[in-house]
């Protein structure tokens, strides 16, 4: 045998825990959205308060806002309520995709829509209401073309209804700082310049 | 009223109420899938577990849209990049394709042909060693054999 | 009082594998015998004063003083007494002491059951134990203390112990294994000892072999009692999932497989020297490295412990100075070390070879399986999922020549083989596995399905072969009792552990082509049919456990009008932990398990219940059972008592040419 091939196994076990170092310092949960600049999926439901109000994809468009997968059942999604208030206030678009769970009949559970609005609105009025609206997803199907897993969640879609960032968790000032800011800004330049083109056109055409 | 109630149940049970199956299938093929898929997509929200297995809303939902894929009549791929399309590589427990998931397959291949190949070369050396002293060892093979066919 | 005592007991038993790492690994080197003495008395006092702080940690939880933050967070004053005892080792602080305590029972059996070993070998064995022993006591005591208090403030109540470890399952599963993963430490030691001493003769080979045939069978046990109470504890009738922490057990069982049948070779043979000492380093590093898997919460698992990567790089570090040290030893002292045994291509030794180049392939499978998805996201390329259908098809394809060759094995002489001398025997058995497979499938009634095919000509060739094989050996012996007498209980054990493997081959095979399940919807007095099997509903009701509340439900099987059994599911509402259980219901016989499991319940007055009928999987518990006894009919050989006398004088003389060295 010769005298390197020894050493192999060394080699082999060095590797391996360099990548177990730094495997120690990443999240295990985190997971890749598919859905990250890709155009918001085709829906039509109803308005969380008004179910005669119907939204859909092309309604949404036109300025960039973020959508936040939420349900009263979820205590996370209630903790972040008082900071997106914020984000509101600061002249964030927000809009709210409610998630509801199962109804199990077997324990009369029913659904019953007036009870959602209730529990909906009592908890804005105690903890924030960030949300300019929000859409009913009644059976998860939205959710699910959103690959959402649960809530919260929280997607940031531009002016052209691309999706742009996919958050799972919850929204607080160190992920906003850090993850969306950045995002938020790109997005600014981008529709800034659109903008400036769109004009440089115009002034072209009007010539 | 009560024992009315049972005496009903009673006769019922002569006549056994077929109990039904929770979501029906046209034929076992159908089942089989079903049953297949579900346990090769993984729970996006669980910890490791597979859709079967985890009661997470979000392993009912794909469960319920799986039946209905199956139901009608897509392929197992094609509901496999339904989810997939939605989830991401993670929700199939079946990794994708790409230059690093390549060595799962190659890396035991190539492992398995060095550890035979390693035999054989020294063999080769070992039988030029042999070669050269090939008398004693037919000798040596002479006695083993009448050793063992004595025994 | 008691907690403090323990802890005390612990830092004793610290402080004495301290000694025990260094004093008698001084004393190898110095040829101070008075250091090399110690060990002896150091190993055991460490193995009692670890002993004595597990005791400790059980009698808090027995008697439950939540003041203890790990008592409160895993047990509770209304769970059975006995789960409070084996709530010891639930949680990830209690199952590190019960670690360290098995590890020092280890070092003191070497020391006790050693003494035919050569002082210095004893002194440098149970030093590397030692040093073992000191990080694992570190890592209990300083990063993971399971006697940590929360004074003044302490709950009322404990947390209580997570449902799925209240199962007898999980009384005697993490003991059993952990005296596997701990028991690979002595291989280990004794190939880190023949490295330091830079002899590779066939005597340590000889040593080690009882002992990692030891250790090898607590983890068989470990692995297969691990499936089963997956099987009967999570409901849905899985007996192995391809999880991060199931691979990390399988690596060490798979390599360990390997370390026995090698260490045969270089004991008999004198050959495959420095390969041995390459697998038993790997062996226990594998068993680290599931440590720190399942640990560190650098994989997601169902059965991993809570994270903090604190510990995670207190492991790391240990590991890279455990098995870094070790392969660099070894890349050191392996040079000078020559294999001079000479044997044709078809020998028993190369057909041993084989066997460990489709072993190792194998671990490399699960290796790469398990660490992949780590690896393609630290390298920023996504997140993916590797599970049972890489897996499965890995080791369908790899159990076809891997059985092929066990069945010719034993069949094959030392040295070298006339192959035309076999073709009689040879055929003689793939007929009886024809026959067999043939007869096992007609039973079955649908000969559609190859790969259950496969299997069971697989199962049958190796099972019919080691049969033969062992028939033909006797009968070389002589006639009738005085043959039987005469062969010696090592080969009767591996033919116990190879006919162990035909049956769980068969019983993977059977199990996973023809299982059935239905998910179905009764009411009480509603039936339902699967594979021959009526299973109606009696009733169902609430139940009142001690630290559970719920509902059960009776039904009753029945076969072509007659009563086959009744059975009892129940779906557990753990109060404190809230959480739902399944305890399914089993009904068990060899050629099929009646599996039922209570689901949700239904609009109606109806519930949902899962139906199973899953043939032949006991088979596999059976087959895992039967490896183990193999284990221990071969540690019964009186080789490993007889040799000791002979052995002694020759011992002393390898001593001195030790000390001289």
Redesign the interface.
């Known amino acids: 045998?010769r005298?390197w091939m020894?050493?192999t196994?060394?080699a082999i076990?060095?590797g391996?825990?360099i990548?177990?170092?730094?495997?120690?310092?990443?999240d295990?949960?985190?997971?890749?959205?598919?859905?990250l600049n890709r155009p918001l999926p085709e829906f039509d439901l109803p308005d969380l308060m008004q179910p005669e109000q119907r939204w859909n994809r092309e309604l949404l468009t036109g300025e960039p806002f973020l959508l936040s997968v939420w349900g009263v059942w979820c205590p996370t999604c209630k903790a972040q309520l008082a900071f997106m208030e914020q984000l509101k206030e600061q002249g964030v678009k927000v809009v709210g995709l409610y998630y509801p769970?199962?109804v199990?009949?077997?324990?009369g559970e029913h659904f019953s829509l007036g009870q959602l609005q209730r529990d909906v609105r009592q908890q804005l009025q105690q903890f924030g209401d960030p949300y300019q609206f929000n859409i009913l997803d009644e059976n998860?199907r939205m959710?699910?073309?959103?690959?959402?897993?649960?809530a919260p969640e929280t997607f940031l879609v531009d002016a052209e209804g691309r999706i742009r960032m996919h958050h799972v968790g919850d929204i607080n000032p160190r992920v906003w700082r850090q993850k969306f800011e950045p995002a938020m800004e790109q997005i600014q330049d981008q529709s800034d310049t659109l903008v400036q083109q769109a004009e440089v056109n115009q002034i072209g055409a009007s010539h | 009223m009560r024992s009315l109630c049972l005496l009903l149940l009673l006769s019922l049970s002569t006549v056994w109420a077929a109990g039904q199956e929770i979501l029906p299938f046209d034929d076992d093929g159908q089942r089989k899938l079903y049953q297949e898929l579900t346990q090769q997509l993984r729970c996006p929200q669980c910890q490791n577990q597979n859709i079967a297995e985890s009661n997470a809303v979000v392993s009912i939902d794909m469960r319920e849209k799986t039946y209905e894929l199956v139901q009608q009549g897509h392929s197992k791929q094609e509901i496999i990049d339904y989810m997939i399309d939605r989830y991401g590589y993670f929700v199939h427990y079946s990794p994708p394709l790409n230059a690093l998931t390549i060595m799962l397959w190659l890396l035991p291949v190539f492992a398995l042909l060095m550890m035979l190949l390693f035999m054989l070369r020294r063999k080769k050396q070992q039988q030029q060693l042999i070669s050269s002293n090939a008398p004693l060892e037919q000798e040596l093979n002479a006695i083993i054999d009448a050793y063992r066919s004595k025994k | 009082m008691v907690p403090e005592l323990g802890q005390i007991a612990l830092t004793f038993s610290f402080a004495l594998s301290l000694l025990l790492g260094t004093l008698p690994l001084y004393g190898s080197y110095t040829g101070n015998e008075r250091a090399l003495m110690l060990a002896k008395p150091l190993a055991i006092g460490a193995m009692v004063f670890a002993g004595i702080a597990f005791i400790a940690l059980s009698y808090a939880f027995y008697y439950d003083d939540f003041t203890v933050i790990n008592v409160a967070s895993n047990s509770s004053s209304v769970l059975p007494w006995y789960y409070k005892l084996t709530a010891t080792w639930g949680s990830h602080e209690g199952s590190m002491l019960l670690w360290v305590w098995i590890l020092t029972i280890w070092t003191a059996a070497v020391a006790v059951f050693s003494k035919q070993l050569p002082l210095l070998m004893q002194g440098r064995i149970l030093g590397i134990m030692g040093l073992i022993g000191v990080g694992f006591i570190a890592f209990s005591l300083f990063m993971s203390n399971p006697f940590e208090r929360s004074l003044p403030y302490f709950p009322a109540e404990g947390n209580d112990l997570n449902p799925l470890l209240q199962d007898f399952g999980m009384i005697i599963h993490p003991p059993l294994l952990y005296m596997g993963y701990v028991g690979f430490a002595v291989s280990f030691a004794f190939a880190i000892a023949a490295l330091l001493g830079g002899k590779f003769d066939s005597t340590w080979a000889r040593w080690a072999r009882p002992w990692t045939l030891a250790a090898w069978m607590f983890l068989t046990l470990g692995i297969m009692l691990g499936s089963w109470w997956a099987y009967k504890e999570l409901g849905w009738g899985g007996w192995w999932f391809w999880d991060p922490v199931e691979n990390a057990s399988f690596m060490p069982w798979l390599v360990g497989t390997a370390l026995i049948h090698t260490l045969a070779v270089t004991e008999k043979r004198g050959t495959y020297k420095s390969w041995t000492v390459l697998l038993a380093l790997a062996a226990f590093s594998l068993s680290l490295l599931g440590a720190f898997l399942v640990r560190s919460g650098v994989l997601v698992s169902v059965h991993s412990f809570a994270t903090d990567p604190s510990r995670g790089v207190f492991l790391l570090v240990f590991l890279l100075l455990v098995i870094g040290g070790a392969l660099l030893l070894y890349a050191l002292r392996m040079r000078s070390v020559r294999s001079e045994s000479r044997y044709k291509l078809f020998s028993r030794e190369v057909m041993l070879w084989g066997n460990n180049v489709f072993l190792l392939t194998a671990t490399l499978v699960v290796f790469l399986g398990t660490l992949l998805p780590l690896f393609h996201q630290e390298l920023g390329l996504g997140t993916i999922s590797i599970g049972e259908p890489f897996f499965d098809a890995m080791f369908f394809y790899l159990a076809i020549p891997f059985s092929l060759l066990l069945g010719l094995g034993p069949w094959v002489r030392w040295k070298q083989q006339k192959w035309q001398t076999l073709i009689p025997p040879m055929s003689m058995v793939a007929i009886a596995a024809l026959v067999v497979a043939l007869g096992m499938m007609s039973l079955t009634q649908s000969i559609q399905a190859n790969t259950a095919l496969i299997g069971l000509l697989l199962g049958a060739w190796v099972g019919m072969s080691a049969i033969g094989e062992v028939g033909q050996r006797i009968h070389q012996f002589g006639q009738g009792l005085a043959g039987i007498r005469k062969l010696n209980a090592s080969h009767y054990g591996m033919t116990t552990a190879h006919i162990g493997f035909a049956v769980m081959v068969v019983g993977i095979a059977m199990t996973t082509t023809y299982s059935v399940e239905r998910d179905v919807r009764m009411q009480v007095g509603d039936s339902v049919t699967l594979s021959g099997y009526q299973f109606t509903l009696l009733d169902v009701y609430d139940l009142d456990g001690p630290n559970y509340g719920g509902e059960a439900a009776d039904l009753r099987v029945e076969r072509d009008g007659r009563l086959i059994t009744n059975l009892h599911a129940e779906k557990r509402f753990y109060t404190i932990q809230r959480t739902v259980m399944t305890q399914a219901a089993i009904h068990a016989r060899l050629s099929r398990d009646l599996y039922v499991s209570l689901g949700e319940a239904l609009p109606g007055n109806a519930w949902s219940f899962k139906v199973q009928v899953k043939p032949f999987v006991r088979w596999i518990w059976l087959g895992g059972l039967l490896m183990a006894l193999g284990s221990i009919w071969s540690l019964l050989d009186v080789r490993y008592r007889r040799k000791v006398v002979s052995r002694v004088r020759h011992n002393s003389a390898i001593t001195k040419e030790a000390e001289n060295a």
């Open positions: 045998m005298n020894l050493y196994p060394l076990f060095l391996v825990s990548f177990l170092f730094t495997g120690l310092f990443s295990p949960w985190t997971r890749d959205s598919a859905l769970l199962p199990d009949p077997a324990f998860r959710s699910m073309d959103l690959g959402v897993s649960g």
